[in-house]
Structures are given as C-alpha cells and as structure tokens.
C-alpha cells in the first residue's frame, strides 16, 4: 500500500490531533485496525452515576465537609484498589511534589500503606522542583526516590517506531521526560509487580474554573480588537516571536475568534491556518460539539470538565506511560479518574467555578503542609528549553513531514521551513510551537510505522 493512501480516510483525526493533541473519541469508532484503549479499572465517565449522598443536597455544603467527603472518596477508592490486588503489587507513586502526587501521597500514609514509594524524575543537577519534591516527602516520612535519565533506555529511538509502544496517537512533548521516568522505575525495580499510582485527572476535575471563567470573560472584549490581534498573529509571525507573552495574548485572542468556545478552551494551539490547514476546522468543531452533546450536560462549565478528563486527562496524559508499565506486567491506576472522584467533581463544579484551581485539594492540604509549599506556582513538567527538538533524528523526521506521510498534507510548508530553521541556529520557541512540532512528528511517525 502506498503511504499516502490513507490520507483521505483519516484527514479529520489527524486534524483532531494536531488541533487538541488528541483524536475526538467519537471518531475512534472508525480508527485503523479498530483498536481502542481503557485508561482506568472502572472507566465509567460523564453524568451516568451521580453520586446518590450528595446527589440529594439541596444547596452546595460548607468547605470543610466538601474536603472531608473528598478524602473519603479518595481513601476509599485507595483501600478497594490495595483490596484488590491483595499485597502482590509494590506501590509506587509517580511523584513531582505538586498538589495532585502529595494529596495521594499523603493518603496512602494516612491509611497506614507506608511501603508505597515516591518515584521523582530530575532533569539533573538545580532541578528545584525536585529538590521540592524530596522535602514534601520527608514532611510527609516516606521513602522518595529520585531518577534521572534511563540508563538502558533511548527515549530519542521511540519516534522511529511509537506504535510499539502505544496503540493510538496522541500529542504531548512532555511524553519524553515522563516516558524516561518510566524506564527508570522499571530500570530500578526489575524483581517486583508494581501498582503505579498516577494523579492524573486533578487538573481537570478540580482546576478548570479560573480558566473557564477567563475564557468566558474574554469573550466580552469587543470582537473588533481580538479580531485585529489575530489577524497580526498569522500575518506577523508572532508565533515565532519573542517576548512570548505576547504571543501567548495573541494566540489566546485568535483562538476565541476562530473558534467555538468549547473548542478554544480544549484546543492545545492557535495554529490552524498558520501552521496547517484550517479547511475542515469547522466541521471538527462540529464533531466535537456532537462529541461533549453525548455528556448530557447542559451547563457550560460541567461540559468543559467532562470534555476535558475525557478528551486531555484520559485521552492523553494517563496515556503518556501507561503501556510502558502494562506491558511489563504492572498495574497502573489513576485516582482521580475513578467514577466516584469525577462525579464529586461534576457535584462541587460551583464551588471550583469561583475558587482557585484545586482549591478544595489545597486546603486538605492545609492540614499537613507549609502553606509556601502548596500555594508556590509549580512549573511544567518539561524542561525549560527542551532539548529533543535540537537533536539530529528529531530535525530529519520535521523535514520527513514535509514530504512524506499522512501530516505533509496538511501542514503549512514555508512555516515549517522557518520552525526548522530556527531549531538548526539554536534559537527558542514558545512552548506551544513546540508541542504543535511534537505533535506533527509524533502523528507523522505513528502512522508511518503502522503501514
């Protein structure tokens, strides 16, 4: 079969992950070889089982039983899981120090499961969040373990083949340091059935509302401005341009006039008509709006939450590692997307509208931490300068998407051009034009190595 046959069938998914790093799951239906993932134990999702205690309370409870009925969920769900697999796995909790990794950390320490161990990656020597991390684990007395970069394993070679690895796309270039973590903890741990704690899922059950509301507010700016800053954002190049607040301002203004809202708040960049086809945008957003229609949610911001534990939590960050461990005989869970946490997400979903992200978390957290060490703003997890996109293989298989595989199609080739360019002479770019690279590349080669 040639390698462009496929194009035609596919152009909308591909589409879909070059505009949301991940294709739209009503799509998958359709996908090549009609294989499909299941990101957790019980992958119940949307409005289907709202959670009956509190389904019955009338008005929105004070802020304290709300911490308290989460960190029963959540304790709850922790003790059925060791329950279940009754000693034989070793926990390990993949461990930055943020919010997410120390509310289960923590949790685990409170029901009495000491033998858990904390699984930090470091970028090398500095790497202040993992220093962080390794003081939030002796508050909290548990055994953390630093990694850096895996010995036995190239993570620069998963690019010339990904679909060993995963069985469908997806597009996040912080999928290298979280993947050689992974190596690392099976590097490290070879004599011993792992169960991989991932708090994955937070961010989109809990930290959305600012967001939404900031997206919402936006939309107020009269149409004319945002229009006019969009427009400078394609003909300028400003994608590509420092300082990068203004490039953030302006892909965030192009976004909002481009695009549906719903699809603004889950698309990963501004990019679609400046560095790939905007021709069937549209009827993306159509499929997606029909896609978030299946949640049975009418209110705007519970629609956002579904759409986005869906389609980024579930679809592509519990993807990132979760084959590398299953394949190797391990069991992975996410707590934060089991069915109870995401109900209870959907139940306090007007509480987090007007609170800070994870508010609800923060506070629990309040009980057994230093305030500086909840509230710090925590960085990415990525390097500052990521330096994957500089290396030899990286650049051949950019220059391979101009002229071959199913990507090239789509792609705006002189823009291309300049990314490489810029990439050879060493130069910076946003973090955005970055993961619309990735995602390129990752798409480009995925499917290559499926022919």
Known sequence: MNKNEYIVDDTIKILSLLKYGRVIPSLLDYWLDDEKWQCELDNSSGSSAIIPELSNQKEIIGVEDLANTFLSMLDSYIVQVMSNLKGEFKPVILFSGGVDSTMIAWRFKELGFDQVLLA?????????????????????????????????????????????????????????????????V??????????????????????????????????????????L??????????????????????????????????????????????????????????????????????????????SDIELICEGIFAQKTKSVFTNNGHSVVYP??????????????????????????????????????????????????????????????????????PVSTLLEKRYLKDCIKKLENGKVLSPQVYNFLWASVFTNRWYLSAV
């Open 336 to 405: 934060f997307l089991s069915r109870q946490i995401k109900n209870f997400a959907f139940y306090v979903s007007p509480f987090t509208l007007k609170e800070c992200p994870k508010s609800l978390m923060k506070y629990s957290l309040e009980r057994i931490l230093p305030k500086h060490l909840i509230y710090r703003e925590k960085s990415g997890f990525v390097e500052s300068v990521p330096s994957v996109f500089y290396e030899k293989c990286f650049l051949l298989y950019l220059k391979e998407c101009l002229v071959e595989g």
């Open 120 to 184: 930090n990656y470091s970028f090398g020597p500095g790497d202040t969040e993992s220093e962080l991390a390794e003081n939030i684990a002796g508050y909290l007395g548990l055994p953390f373990f630093r990694f850096y970069k895996s010995k036995t394993f190239d993570s620069s070679k998963i690019l010339d083949n990904p679909r060993k690895i995963w069985n469908e796309p997806f597009c996040d270039y912080s999928t290298i340091p979280t993947i050689e973590l992974a190596y690392s």
């Open 229 to 306: 800053i969009s427009y400078m954002y394609k003909t300028k190049s400003i994608s590509l341009s420092k300082p990068f607040i203004l490039e953030k301002l302006a892909r965030i203004a192009r976004r909002s006039v481009n695009n549906s809202l719903e699809s603004a708040m889950l698309a990963q960049n501004a990019l679609d008509g400046v560095a790939y086809s905007d021709k069937d945008i549209k009827l993306l957003e159509e499929m997606l709006t029909r896609w978030i229609d299946t949640s049975s949610f009418s209110d705007g911001y519970k629609r956002y939450i579904w």
């Open 186 to 227: 099976l590097e490290n741990f070879t004599n011993k059935k792992l169960l991989i704690v991932d708090g994955t899922g937070a961010d989109g059950c809990f930290g959305l509302g600012q967001r939404y509301n900031n997206w919402k507010n936006l939309e107020t700016i009269p149409k004319i401005f945002r229009r």
